[in-house]
C-alpha cells in the first residue's frame, strides 16, 4: 500500500517553491545535508540559497518539536505544531535541563539569557555561554537554551556553512515573530488541526503513525484521528483518512537523504519498505539512513563521499535491477553534482548492504557504506 506519497512530492517534482515543499511534507529535519538533499528530491532547480532566502523572510521557523528533532517548519504551522506537540515536548527538555540544573537554577539563568539577547541581538550557544562566564553551570547551559526554545522563549535561526552542515543563532521569540503567538491555541485543538495536515498530506495512516511521526501521546493522536477524519480498512489495518486516497506509486528513482520526511513519517514503514530489508535502513534507535527509493519502495542504500569537487555516490541494493534504475540513480547523482558545483560525479555500486541494527556505532546510519 503505497498511501498519497504523492503528497510528500515524490511522484512528480514541483517547479515550485521551497515554501510549497515544506507545506507538503510539513517541513524537514533542519540538520545538513539533510534538509538540502530533501528539498532537492522534491523541488527541481533547487539550490541551498533557496532555503537561505526563506530563512532569511522568516518564512520558515527552526523548532524543536515533532519528538523534540530540530525541523524546519512552515510559519503557517508553528502555532498549531507547537501548540500539539509543547507539553510533551517541554516536558523533555525540562528533564534535560534538571540533570545539571534545579528548576529555580534554570529560572534565574533563562533570565539572563533572556536579558542578554535583548540587548545583544543573536549569538550562538557558546557566544552565550561564555558571555554569561556560567562557571560550574556552563555545562548545563545549553539545556537552558534547547528548553527557552521549546518554550518559545528563543527563536533557532539557521545559520548555512556549508551546504552539507549548519549551525544556529538565538534570538528572543519575540523580536524574529513579533506576529506569532504560539500560545494562544488550545493544545486540543492543536491536535485536531495537526493531524488533519498529517492525514491529507501522509494519510491513510494509523492514529501510531501519526504519534510516532509528531510525538503526541497515542491516546491523543486517536482522539485527534476520531475527530477530524473517517475510518479506512487498509489491508485488514484500520486508518485514518480525510478523503480519497491515491495509490498510484511514485515512478523513477529518488534518493533520500537520512531522516527523510518519508522515513520518519510512519511508525509502519511496510508501505514503502519490505520488513525483511528493515535493518538495513533503520538502526536500534529508529534512525533512517539514506536510502534508494525505486518506484515508490525503498530498494537500497547510498551514501555520498567527502570530496564536492569530485563527488562520489555509493549505491547497493538489496535485490538486482536493471541498467534503466542505475541510469536513475547516476540522473540523481548528477542533479546533486549540479546543485554543489560537482566537476565530476561517479556512481560506485557496494554490492550488498550491511545491516544497521547490530552495527555497534550509534552514527552508522548516516555513513552506511563507510
Known amino acids: 500500500m503505497s498511501g498519497r506519497l504523492w503528497h510528500s512530492h515524490l511522484l512528480d517534482r514541483l517547479s515550485g517553491s521551497v515554501g510549497a515543499v515544506l507545506d507538503g511534507a510539513l517541513g ?23 532555503l537561505v532566502e526563506v530563512v532569511e523572510s522568516t518564512g520558515v521557523a527552526r523548532l524543536r518539536t515533532l519528538r523534540g528533532s530540530g525541523f524546519l517548519i512552515p510559519i503557517d504551522l508553528i502555532a498549531i505544531v507547537q501548540a500539539a506537540t509543547r507539553d510533551k515536548n517541554v516536558t523533555v527538555t525540562r528533564r534535560m535541563a534538571e540533570h545539571g540544573l534545579v528548576v529555580d537554577t534554570y529560572g534565574v539563568w533563562a533570565d539572563r539569557i533572556d536579558d542578554l539577547l535583548g540587548s545583544g541581538g543573536p549569538m550562538s550557544a557558546s557566544e552565550i555561554r561564555n558571555t554569561l562566564d556560567a562557571g560550574e553551570d556552563a555545562g548545563a547551559i545549553r539545556y537552558v537554551i534547547a528548553t527557552m526554545t521549546t518554550e518559545n522563549r528563543l527563536a533557532s535561526i539557521p545559520v548555512t556553512r556549508s551546504w552539507r552542515s549548519s549551525g544556529a543563532v538565538y534570538t528572543r521569540w519575540e523580536d524574529r515573530f513579533p ?23 501522509y494519510g491513510p495512516a494509523t492514529a501510531e503513525d501519526l504519534a510516532w511521526w509528531s510525538g503526541m501521546g497515542k491516546r491523543v493522536a486517536r482522539a485527534a484521528c476520531e475527530t477530524v477524519a473517517e475510518p479506512v480498512s487498509v489491508g485488514g489495518v484500520e ?66 563521499g567527502a570530496d564536492d569537487e569530485h563527488i562520489e555516490i555509493g549505491v547497493a541494493f ?29 556512481v560506485v555500486d557496494h554490492g550488498s548492504p550491511a545491516t544497521l541494527a547490530d552495527h555497534p556505532s550509534p552514527n552508522r546510519f548516516l555513513r552506511p557504506l563507510a
Open 28 to 50: 524537514v529535519y533542519a540538520t545538513q545535508p539533510t534538509g538540502h538533499l530533501a528539498l532537492l528530491a522534491r523541488l527541481n532547480g533547487f539550490r541551498p540559497r533557496d
Open 179 to 201: 506576529d506569532q503567538d504560539v500560545w494562544s491555541m488550545d493544545p486540543k485543538e492543536g491536535s485536531e488541526r495537526l493531524a488533519e495536515r498529517y492525514l491529507d498530506r
Open 239 to 304: 486508518m485514518w483518512s480525510t478523503g480519497e486516497r491515491g495509490d498510484d506509486p511514485p515512478l523513477g528513482v529518488r534518493l533520500l537523504p537520512v531522516w527523510d520526511p518519508l522515513l520518519v513519517g510512519y511508525r509502519d514503514r511496510s508501505r514503502f519498505i519490505d520488513p525483511d530489508h528493515m535493518p538495513y535502513v533503520y538502526d536500534r534507535s529508529g534512525n533512517a539512513t539514506s536510502v534508494v527509493l525505486v518506484d515508490g519502495s525503498v530498494a537500497g542504500v547510498w551514501d555520498l
Open 318 to 346: 538489496f535485490v538486482a535491477f536493471d541498467r534503466s534504475v542505475m541510469a536513475g540513480v547516476a540522473t540523481e547523482a548528477a542533479r546533486i553534482a549540479e546543485m554543489i558545483g560537482s566537476i565530476t560525479v561517479r
